[in-house]
T-cell receptor
């Protein structure tokens, strides 16, 4: 299957600081990457859709100024949580979309556990 | 309002038997469905998918069935193995998978020895 990496896997930061999470597709080029968030014992919720070279599309209720997304190349997207607060503590997962013959399948990274103190 | 529903939070199946995980959706515009397997603190692993133009897709021990009129899909795992124990998420998408996924809440599958 396709390989997607995420870095860091775990980060602890102080309230008010910014944290950057990287998502890379290692063995394919992904024109579209997605960012999800998972709360404890909850499903994954789509935060934003990131297309290479253009602005990200955010889902309703997601603050674009707080969750900055940059998709600089076909293999790299970054999510920066700015001025982090304890309520931003969560499990953030990215996915990269791989185009097949008729459909696109999303392959997920291993996730990043963020804890804001 | 949940557009993708997995009504069984957990399912226990004996090793070697068939595991059947169910998923219902409400939005008839979904045209691509996927199943993912997930362990705690890890990203989901893609298992199998199906397009809305098909009613069945098979890959090894995994088969996904789609009933469009009932807006229902199911994942069959046969035979079930201990390593199949995990949380299984059903996901749906528009545009052949080009859009973000809408996930169900997951079903925790437990394979009993």
């Amino acid at each position: 299957g396709a390989v997607v990496s995420q870095h860091p896997s775990r980060v602890i930061c102080k309230s008010g600081t910014s944290v950057k999470i990287e998502c890379r597709s290692l063995d394919f080029q992904a024109t579209t990457m997605f960012w999800y968030r998972q709360f404890p014992k909850k499903s994954l919720m789509l935060m934003a859709t990131s297309n290479e070279g253009s602005k990200a599309t955010y889902e309703q209720g997601v603050e674009k100024d707080k969750f900055l997304i940059n998709h600089a190349s076909l293999t790299l997207s970054t999510l920066t949580v700015t001025s982090a607060h304890p309520e931003d503590s969560s499990f953030y997962i990215c996915s990269a979309s791989r185009r097949g013959a008729h459909q696109e399948t999303q392959y997920f990274g291993p996730g990043t556990r963020l804890l804001v103190l | 309002d949940q557009q993708v529903k997995q009504n069984s939070p957990s399912l226990s199946v004996q090793e070697g038997r068939i595991s059947i995980l169910n998923c219902d959706y409400t939005n008839s515009m979904f045209d691509y469905f996927l199943w993912y397997k997930k362990y705690p603190a890890e990203g989901p692993t893609f298992l199998i998918s199906i397009s809305s133009i098909k009613d069945k897709n098979e890959d090894g021990r995994f088969t996904v069935f789609l009933n469009k009129s009932a807006k229902h899909l199911s994942l069959h795992i046969v035979p079930s193995q201990p390593g199949d124990s995990a949380v299984y998420f059903c996901a749906a998408s528009f545009g052949g998978g080009a859009d973000g996924l809408t996930f169900g809440k997951g079903t925790h599958l437990i394979i009993q020895p």
